[in-house]
């Protein structure tokens, strides 16, 4: 990480405070210094794709929310086309409203005499 008076120091943190670890001096210190170096590296492209999926997994979360809006929408429709009411976030059949005799209003009559003689 560093090069001080020609010796090569590593520096990490631990908890608030940041270490000077001494590595060494010599060939030794250059090749641990350029496997440092590698290292940093590699973990930058690690950093950067993560970010690249991250960014892409936000637009597939995004487009999958708004579908599911969409379906929301095109379900509410259906139901209530179809004859039913939402109550309480439950859906459920609306039924005909009747009278005491059990005749659907707007009928005429009793269900079982039929109209004339």
Same mark, same amino acid.
């Given at each position: 990480?560093?090069?001080?008076?020609?010796?090569?120091?590593?520096?990490?943190?631990?908890?608030?405070?940041?270490?000077?670890?001494?590595?060494?001096?010599?060939?030794?210190?250059?090749?641990? /210094?350029?496997? *440092? +170096? #590698?290292?940093?590296?590699?973990?930058?492209?690690? =950093?950067?794709?993560?970010? !690249?999926?991250?960014?892409?997994?936000?637009?597939?979360?995004?487009?999958?929310?708004?579908?599911?809006?969409?379906?929301? /929408?095109?379900? *509410? +429709? #259906?139901?209530?086309?179809?004859?039913?009411?939402? =109550?309480?976030?439950?859906? !459920?059949?609306?039924?005909?409203?009747?009278?005491?005799?059990?005749?659907?209003?707007?009928?005429?009559?009793?269900?079982?005499?039929?109209?004339?003689?």
């Amino acid at each position: 990480m560093a090069w001080k008076n020609g010796y090569y120091y590593r520096n990490s943190r631990q908890g608030d405070k940041v270490m000077s670890e001494y590595v060494g001096t010599g060939p030794l210190a250059d090749i641990i /210094a350029q496997e *440092d +170096a #590698a290292e940093r590296l590699r973990n930058r492209a690690k =950093r950067e794709l993560l970010k !690249r999926q991250a960014a892409e997994q936000d637009a597939i979360d995004a487009a999958v929310d708004t579908a599911g809006v969409a379906l929301y /929408a095109l379900v *509410d +429709a #259906a139901l209530l086309v179809n004859g039913y009411r939402q =109550r309480k976030r439950q859906w !459920r059949k609306q039924r005909d409203k009747t009278d005491r005799s059990g005749n659907t209003e707007g009928s005429e009559g009793s269900a079982g005499t039929g109209s004339g003689s």
